[in-house]
């Protein structure tokens, strides 16, 4: 008997704590450093320039009211509440959900073997940042071809006069330096060892910043969540101070009330929120986890929102105050210099500071700047699919240095599986994964069922009483309205938008992938959509009793976290004990 003990006790002790927040500040910082990424320095400012600068932020402003704060309001609460990950916690709100949770963990793990190569290709050209004299600011290199033509040298802007056969130093740099770009997706090539160089250095940093869970990530954004915003803050005064600045301030924000009638403006905004705001994936219900109960996420999730969107209509001035620059410095108007995504972080703000005194500091900073953006977005998703594997089976992962095995296991595979991305056809599997399983409809039609399973299913009266028992706050009660019609109604409405007005991906506008790439994208488009359905027919066909039964059990909160007829919460039990009485 009292060897009996013993063997219960050592089995106690190997099991490790599941953990929490070392402080707010470390919560906020993490949730920071994972909603504000690469997102919000290209893509929103783009964005709000394409589609009527200043009327832009009316559809904008409507997405986050109707969606963005609402679901990102929602999942925090999941995560704090429940103390669970991305997939355990549906088995204690709405178990019949639970393929939400699977499917967002499949979109997370495409989403880490895509957004690191970024990540790769920025440490890139930081290191050629340190070079006498910036490779992509001349054409006098050995990749460079006739038509390059130099933006540097003022007299050269004369060269830009056929703009179908001129390239930029920049540009080829771009493409025949880091990419050595290939015809198309059919020539894969050999793999470029410098990015893959680049590539083992950030798995690395990325392992070590989180290969303790939440004790080393809540250090780690300390630094990789603030710095940024001192990078942004430099580059926002050195653009401003630039000739043309004005200019390109003015072509960022001059509203086009008549764009307010295209539906490709509203679908663009609404795609923007649901990215930047990392709803529908189950990050910020991971991160909510790791909160103590009592927190105030209520609040928490206003300013983290605020903080948001704020920093992405500031890094709009940085960007478009640049753009002016180089439009003032060329010659040409800004649409021909304002590009989107991979475009405007590596060629024309590359471009621009070649074109600056000093080019090598300001390229330092940025790059800087955007390796930290993207870091500490890349950790977090890292965590939370890592936190949600170990939740699933907590009494396997939870042992002494299992997680960082796993953890290990976890990049390795990632790092083989991408390998394709950093041959010479590597960009166009890049942006077939990009643009088919990382975003757009896979992403809306989660965030449609979050919010009937928990509006409906769950009950938006519920959700009430645990922010209320949590928080001591009661919610302002339009968040209901949005729980219960406005969120799932705008969610579906884009959704269905995104497919009827969906366009093939193409690359540089020119070349056309093959029919069976499409296939593939759609392919890894509908492996995180059909988990919805799949788990839910899988569970009512494995379970015992009538369907109707089955279906009432499935939809039903676990009894531990039910709440009382008055809103309230009954005594919450003891969940590390409970766990660790499970292990023996």
């Known amino acids: 008997m009292l060897n009996k003990k013993c063997a219960t006790k050592d089995k106690q002790a190997e099991l490790e704590e599941r953990g929490h927040w070392a402080s707010k500040a470390e919560f906020f910082l993490a949730v920071a450093g994972n909603v504000v990424g690469l997102g919000n320095v290209w893509r929103f400012p783009y964005l709000c320039y394409k589609n009527g600068g200043g009327a832009f932020l009316v559809p904008y402003l409507v997405f986050v009211v109707t969606c963005g704060v609402p679901l990102f309001l929602l999942e925090t609460t999941m995560g704090q509440y429940t103390q669970q990950g991305g997939v355990t916690c549906w088995t204690k709100l709405c178990p019949l959900a639970e393929g939400i949770g699977y499917g967002g963990q499949l979109i997370l793990l495409y989403s880490c073997m895509t957004y690191i190569i970024i990540l790769s290709w920025a440490l890139l050209y930081l290191a050629f940042s340190f070079s006498s004299q910036l490779p992509w600011a001349s054409c006098n290199n050995y990749w460079n071809t006739d038509d390059c033509v130099d933006f540097s040298a003022r007299n050269n802007t004369l060269g830009w006069t056929n703009q179908n056969v001129s390239t930029s130093a920049a540009t080829e740099f771009w493409e025949r330096r880091v990419l050595a770009i290939s015809g198309g997706i059919e020539e894969i090539g050999s793999i470029r060892w410098e990015v893959m ?347 015992t009793g009538s369907l109707r039964q089955r279906f009432r059990h499935l939809c039903q909160p676990d009894p531990n976290y039910s709440l009382t007829q008055n809103g309230e919460t009954e005594p919450q039990p003891n969940r590390e004990e409970h766990l660790r009485q499970s292990v023996c």
Request: glycine fraction near 8%; charge should be neutral.
């Open 197 to 543: 160089l680049c590539l083992i250095a950030m798995w690395i940093t990325c392992y070590f910043c989180i290969w303790k869970g939440v004790k080393s990530t809540g250090k780690v954004v300390y630094f990789t969540a603030t710095f940024p915003y001192v990078m942004l803050i430099i580059l926002l005064i050195r653009g401003l101070s630039l000739p043309g600045a004005l200019q390109g301030v003015v072509y960022y924000l001059l509203p086009e009330p008549s764009r307010l009638t295209d539906p490709q403006v509203w679908m663009e905004a609404g795609a923007q929120i649901f990215f930047s705001y990392s709803v529908g994936v189950g990050s910020l219900t991971v991160l909510g986890s790791y909160n103590t109960y009592n927190n105030n996420c209520y609040k928490d999730c206003l300013w983290l929102c605020l903080l948001n969107s704020g920093t992405s209509i500031a890094a709009g001035f940085a960007v478009f105050s640049v753009l002016g620059f180089m439009s003032h410095e060329q010659g040409i108007p800004i649409e021909e210099v304002a590009e989107s995504g991979p475009g405007l972080a590596f060629i024309a703000y590359p471009q621009a500071v070649a074109m600056m005194p000093l080019p090598q500091l300001w390229s330092v900073c940025f790059f800087i700047m955007l390796i930290l953006l993207g870091l500490d977005t890349q950790f977090v998703a890292m965590e939370v699919v890592m936190t949600s594997i170990i939740d699933i089976f907590p009494t396997e992962m939870r042992r002494a240095g299992r997680r960082e095995r796993f953890l290990l296991l976890f990049c390795l595979i990632c790092f083989f599986c991408q390998l394709v991305m950093i041959t010479e056809g590597g960009m166009y599997v890049f942006q077939l994964f990009d643009y088919y399983a990382c975003n757009g409809a896979c992403i809306l039609f989660l965030c449609v069922f979050e919010s009937l399973a928990l509006g409906w299913v769950f009950g938006a009266e519920r959700l009430y009483g645990i922010i209320k028992d949590m928080t001591g706050v009661h919610a302002n009660s339009f968040f209901k309205v949005c729980w219960l019609y406005l969120t799932p109604l705008v969610s579906l409405g884009s959704f269905i938008c995104s497919l009827v007005k969906y366009q093939p991906l193409t690359f540089n506008r020119w070349y056309t992938y093959p029919d069976w790439a499409y296939v593939v994208g759609w392919l890894l488009a509908v492996s995180s959509i059909l988990l919805v359905p799949g788990w839910a027919f899988y569970k009512l066909g494995t379970g």
